[in-house]
């Protein structure tokens, strides 16, 4: 999109564009975690330029309609059940910036943008940021998934994104290509079911050739077993929308865990 469909004030923000990520962030565990997985997370932002922003879109907000944070201090959100109490008292007191999500809703206009005030930062989110990070000293806001919309619509609203990327805001969106707590083995943490890895890899070639159109479509065997739910596989539409013609992915964490949870990562643009 070019910059002259910039608000006012996101123009006078312009600064070196700034790359845009997917991450697969698979069991909340990887909070506390100093791992293979977490140190791929952390090295995806080195030489990054200080976002003045970071907006996130998580898997694990779902609206009718389409809603940005506009709170002055997200709350650190445990969507889950189950784990550590550490994990449940862990809080990632990111500011936010209602300034900016005022300009979001312009940005994406005449989409309706409702200014949310209650949602905050879930895990889908702060467990990734706790690593990238740490010290939760930048203004962080999520963007909600409309689940009334079809995977090209999530791609089109992506797209509409685009000029933030030169603004100083870093999206980072954030789900799991392949994600089916169902199919989970447990007792196998290292290991791919061969369906998975099918598509796993089906889709990182599309990316890798910017055929994105075919990312649409979830029609094959593999595809209903690697996303029985659509939720975890739309963040991924949304970071793939946000590349330049000739910029491809950087692919990173090309691993699957518990033989169906997917971790392959990729970040949109140069090192800065």
């Given at each position: 999109m070019p910059v002259t469909c910039l608000p006012a004030n996101l123009k006078s923000a312009m600064t070196s564009t700034l790359p845009a990520l997917f991450i697969g962030h698979g069991n909340p565990m990887h909070a506390l975690n100093d791992n293979a997985v977490t140190r791929a997370w952390r090295a995806s932002v080195l030489g990054v330029a200080r976002p003045r922003a970071i907006l996130g879109i998580s898997a694990h907000w779902l609206t009718r309609g389409t809603a940005v944070t506009a709170m002055l201090r997200p709350e650190t959100i445990h969507d889950f059940e189950g784990f550590p109490r550490?994990?449940?008292?862990?809080?990632?007191?990111?500011?936010?910036?209602?300034?900016?999500?005022?300009?979001?809703?312009?940005?994406?206009?005449?989409?309706?943008?409702?200014?949310?005030?209650?949602?905050?930062?879930?895990?889908?989110?702060?467990?990734?940021?706790?690593?990238?990070?740490?010290?939760?000293?930048?203004?962080?806001?999520?963007?909600?998934?409309?689940?009334?919309?079809?995977?090209?619509?999530?791609?089109?609203?992506?797209?509409?994104?685009?000029?933030?990327?030169?603004?100083?805001v870093l999206i980072v969106a954030s789900g799991n290509i392949v994600h089916n707590l169902g199919l989970m083995d447990w007792r196998h943490p290292e290991?791919?079911?061969?369906?998975?890895?099918?598509f796993n890899d089906r889709v990182r070639d599309r990316l890798a050739q910017a055929d994105h159109s075919a990312l649409f479509v979830l029609d094959s065997a593999d595809a209903r077993r690697a996303v029985p739910t659509p939720e975890h596989y739309w963040p991924m539409l949304y970071a793939a929308a946000l590349a330049d013609a000739g910029e491809t992915p950087d692919f990173f964490n090309d691993r699957i865990e518990f033989a169906s949870i997917g971790m392959l990562s990729f970040r949109i643009g140069a090192q800065a």
């Open positions: 550490e994990l449940a008292e862990f809080a990632y007191p990111a500011p936010g910036e209602p300034s900016l999500a005022r300009e979001i809703a312009e940005l994406l206009a005449p989409r309706n943008i409702v200014l949310d005030q209650d949602w905050g930062l879930d895990h889908g989110l702060w467990c990734l940021l706790a690593h990238m990070f740490p010290q939760a000293d930048i203004p962080v806001l999520q963007l909600s998934l409309d689940v009334n919309l079809s995977a090209a619509e999530h791609y089109l609203l992506g797209r509409g994104l685009r000029s933030l990327r030169d603004a100083g290991a791919a079911a061969d369906w998975a890895q099918r």
